[in-house]
C-alpha cells in the first residue's frame, strides 16, 4: 500500500534537518538544494509505493524488484553521494571512485547525521551514523581519502557531539584539500 503522505512527511523533516546541519557546517546555500530530486515523479511515486517508515524505500523497492530506479535517478543528480563520484579512469578503463570536493563531503556527513535522526527517533545517539558507517561497506566503494575524512567527522561527533563536530567542519574552507592533496600542499 502507497504512503504518499507518509512519505512526503519523512522525506521533508530529513530534508529539513539537512539544511538546519548544512548552515551549520558552513554550506547552507548548498543545503536549501538538498534532495529536491526526492519530489520528482520519478522518486516521490516509488518513494510512496515502498514507503517503510524506519529506512529507506529504496530498499524496499530492492526487495520487491531487485534494483531501486528511484535511487539509481537519486544518486545520479546529488553530488553528496559517494555513488555520484564514479568515472572512467582513462589508465584503468575502469570505472573507479573520484575524489569528493570538500563542500560535498560536509553535505553528506550532513545528510548521514539527519537520516540517522529520522530513522532512529529517540533512540538517536551521535555515535550511530558513525556505526552505520563501520558496519556498512561505503568505505570499500568510495574514494580512500573521502572515506577517511568522512570516517574522522563522524568519529568527531561520536566523541565530543554536534556542536564540536559543526564547529570544526565550519571551519574548513569549503576548497581545502584533504588527504593525499592537502600532504602535497604541505611539502610545495
Given at each position: 500500500m502507497a504512503h504518499p503522505f507518509l512519505h512526503f512527511r519523512t522525506i521533508t523533516r530529513h530534508r529539513h534537518r539537512v539544511i538546519a546541519h548544512c548552515f551549520r557546517a558552513g554550506i547552507g546555500l548548498q543545503g536549501l538544494f538538498h534532495d529536491l530530486s526526492k519530489y520528482s515523479p520519478a522518486e516521490f511515486i516509488p518513494g510512496a509505493r515502498y514507503y517503510l517508515g524506519t529506512r529507506s524505500p529504496n530498499e524496499g523497492e530492492r526487495e520487491a524488484?531487485?534494483?531501486?530506479l528511484a535511487w539509481m535517478h537519486h544518486k545520479g543528480r546529488n553530488r553528496h553521494h559517494f555513488e555520484y563520484w564514479n568515472d572512467?579512469?582513462?589508465?584503468?578503463?575502469?570505472y573507479e571512485p573520484v575524489k569528493m570536493p570538500i563542500r560535498f563531503v560536509?553535505?553528506?556527513?550532513?545528510?548521514?547525521?539527519?537520516a540517522s535522526k529520522i530513522y532512529k527517533g529517540r533512540e538517536y545517539t551521535d555515535a550511530m551514523p558513525l556505526e552505520y558507517f563501520s558496519r556498512g561497506n561505503a568505505r570499500k566503494k568510495m574514494d580512500a581519502d573521502t572515506?577517511?575524512?568522512?570516517?574522522?567527522?563522524?568519529?568527531?561527533?561520536?566523541?565530543?557531539?554536534?556542536?564540536?563536530?559543526?564547529?570544526?567542519?565550519?571551519?574548513?574552507?569549503?576548497?581545502?584539500?584533504?588527504?593525499?592533496?592537502?600532504?602535497?600542499?604541505?611539502?610545495?
Open positions: 524488484l531487485g534494483y531501486s572512467l579512469n582513462p589508465k584503468t578503463k575502469m560536509k553535505e553528506m556527513f550532513c545528510d548521514r547525521v539527519a572515506a577517511d575524512l568522512l570516517e574522522e567527522w563522524l568519529a568527531l561527533l561520536a566523541k565530543e557531539g554536534e556542536r564540536a563536530a559543526f564547529a570544526h567542519l565550519k571551519s574548513i574552507p569549503n576548497n581545502a584539500p584533504y588527504g593525499r592533496d592537502a600532504e602535497a600542499e604541505k611539502h610545495k
